[in-house]
């Protein structure tokens, strides 16, 4: 089963930080505040249960941490003080105030960690692997409205992934950065190998790679292993779950290209990464057993309206016409469209369709009733 059920715990948030600060004396919050207020926190990086940065202390430097465990929250810093104490209460402060500055751990720290978490922050050479300051992309883009981004040349991208790997999901929905990398130089892409590009994605699944696998499809089968290990192995930095869950569809979706595969039984491990199972209704219909994919599907029938208008959707993309009538036909009534509607007309004989066009106006026109 998939290890994605570990990562169903809560995650630290504003508030539970703040509960958490409740009961710190005011002396000891002043003191962490003057450390704010002269930027000494740096290297701000955020968990789905951790919290970790590096305050430069007036003596020394020091690597306060906070994270959530089974007996609850807890936390403290490498600087031998009492507990806690201001250099931990800031961490806490600046995320209670200022959460969205924190970073997900960069690609190379990401990597480096190979031990249990309760050693981690006491290794004070992985803040190596974090930059400061924290560039502008491995930020939400709205933190930074003027500044920019584009794809970094491929050659750079080979030597220091991380330029790719760190930038932050809200800098990647532009259409011309999928273009960009489709123009990259395909040599250099299969050179690098799909161990490369596969490791990249899993990091960050956000990137639109889709194009590079296209030309290095041809080495998936030998990669094959290094998917499976991916998808398996639980790492000390914890994806956050949406992430993780898009990362495991992407890693699922490149065995899917290799022959022979068993795709029904690995989704099946995986279930939260295909949660309308249409993955496995899609393996049914390339199957040639479309009755056994409509089964699937209408056993699995969604609750919210966004959720069957996609189910609905991909149905009538894979049914002859004939079949696809009951799904349009709710489809139509369900999202009020008015294009669907004049579609149907060409398809129902008139007495159906004009009681269809009846219950459509009674639905979404009624002063068309009147």
């Known amino acids: 089963m998939s290890t994605l059920v570990s ?3 809560t995650n630290v948030t504003r508030e ?4 958490y600060l409740a009961p710190f004396p005011t002396k000891l919050l002043r003191y962490a505040r003057d450390y704010l207020y002269e930027d000494r926190l740096i290297r701000k990086i955020a968990m789905p249960e951790r919290l970790i940065a590096q305050l430069r202390g007036y003596n020394d430097t020091y690597l306060p941490h906070f994270e959530l465990s089974a007996s609850g929250p807890q936390g403290g810093c490498n600087c031998g003080h009492f507990q806690p104490c201001a ?3 800031a961490l806490l402060l600046a995320f209670r105030d200022h959460s969205e500055q924190f970073v997900f751990p960069p690609y190379g720290l990401y990597h480096a960690v190979k031990n249990i ?3 981690v922050f006491e290794e004070t050479s992985l803040t190596q692997f974090i930059p400061d300051p924290i560039p502008h992309w491995m930020l939400p883009q709205p933190l930074v409205p003027q500044a920019s981004w584009s794809p970094p040349s491929l050659d750079r991208v080979v030597r220091q992934p991380s330029l790719l790997a760190d930038v932050h999901p809200s800098w990647l929905t532009r259409p011309d950065i999928e273009e960009t990398i489709r123009h990259w130089d395909t040599v250099l892409m299969q050179k690098a190998g799909a161990v490369f590009w596969i490791a990249l994605w899993a990091y960050n699944p956000y990137l ?10 041809s080495q998936l089968p030998p990669a094959q292993p290094f998917i499976l290990e991916t998808l398996w192995t639980k790492r000390p930095i914890a994806l956050p779950v949406e992430r993780q869950v898009l990362a495991t569809h992407r890693l699922l979706t490149l065995l899917g290209q290799i022959p022979d595969t068993p795709m029904m039984w690995l989704w099946n491990q995986f ?3 295909d949660p309308l199972y249409l993955e496995r209704a899609r393996l049914l219909m390339n199957g040639n057993q479309p009755d056994k994919a409509i089964r699937l599907l209408e056993s699995h029938w969604p609750d919210t309206k966004e959720a069957q208008h996609t189910v609905r959707q991909a149905l009538i993309s894979w049914l002859p016409v ?3 009538l009951p799904y349009r036909i709710a489809d139509c009534l369900d999202t009020g469209s008015v294009l669907e509607l004049e579609a149907l007309q060409t398809l129902l004989s008139p007495e159906a369709w004009h009681d269809l066009a009846q219950h459509f106006n009674h639905r979404w026109r009624p002063s068309a009733d009147a």
């Open 271 to 273: 279930p939260e990464a």
């Open 117 to 119: 978490w309760p050693l």
């Open 322 to 324: 004939p079949d696809q």
């Open 7 to 9: 990562l169903a715990l």
């Open 208 to 217: 639109p790679l889709e194009s590079v696998f296209q030309v290095i499809g």
């Open 16 to 19: 539970i930080v703040d509960e």
């Open 87 to 89: 250099h931990f209460t």
